[in-house]
């Protein structure tokens, strides 16, 4: 399986990283190796000093598509969950700088904790789910689905016109306005409306 991860989806917060607004979503990959789950603990790595917490909501794919038209892409996911798009934030400011890939800075070993994962036939409309994240109890990020630049069927049309998508890929689908550091002993709890999706700590 892939995880693919949009870029600047939120309006708010490509502004508070000095991002452009973008016409065509902007994506990116993590491998498999960047998954943690059941709310083990991330450990901090020793190639960065400033580790960016990035809370998503995270869309599995359930079915084979290629060149998926955006009137059909609702077909290709059953189920939404949330995740945390860790980014090593000194390292992809160099990379930016550069011009060159952001690997080193987004698709390291644990840069994917992931919630379990529920029908989205639990929600009335996947297009205004409110999430959020805490630290340590304290609201750092409060986003809605609703404030997304491309919605997860645009999402899924477009990437899918490049690569294949594939039963289990997970898209990260961008994160809200709030991102900031994490440090070692903050414990990250993630939100869908008020559903308690994980919750872990920085060790
Ligand atoms: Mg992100």
Redesign the pocket.
């Known amino acids: 399986m892939k995880i693919i991860?949009?870029?600047r989806n939120y309006a708010e917060h490509a502004k508070e990283l000095k991002n452009t607004l973008p016409e065509k979503p902007v994506f990116f990959l993590k491998p498999e190796t960047a998954l943690l789950r059941r709310n083990r603990p991330f450990f901090y790595p020793d190639f960065s000093n400033d580790i960016h917490y990035?809370v998503?909501l995270v869309v599995k794919i359930s079915k084979v598509g290629l060149h998926i038209q955006e009137k059909f892409a609702h077909n290709y996911y059953d189920e939404i969950g949330l995740g945390i798009?860790f980014?090593a934030r000194d390292l992809q400011t160099e990379q930016k700088k550069k011009g060159l890939p952001w690997e080193i800075a987004k698709a390291f070993d644990n840069s994917a904790p992931i919630s379990p994962f529920i029908s989205k036939k639990e929600f009335d409309d996947i297009q205004k789910l409110p999430f959020s994240l805490q630290i340590n109890g304290k609201v750092v990020q409060d986003g809605t689905s609703a404030d997304m630049i491309f919605s997860i069927n645009k999402i899924i049309s477009y990437v899918s016109q490049f690569v294949s998508l594939k039963i289990g890929d997970l898209i990260?689908t961008?994160?809200p306005a709030g991102v900031g550091p994490v440090k070692i002993g903050d414990q990250l709890t993630g939100f869908i409306k008020n559903k308690k999706m994980f919750s872990f700590e920085v060790k």
């Open positions: 991860c949009i870029g990035e998503e798009d980014t990260f961008g994160t």
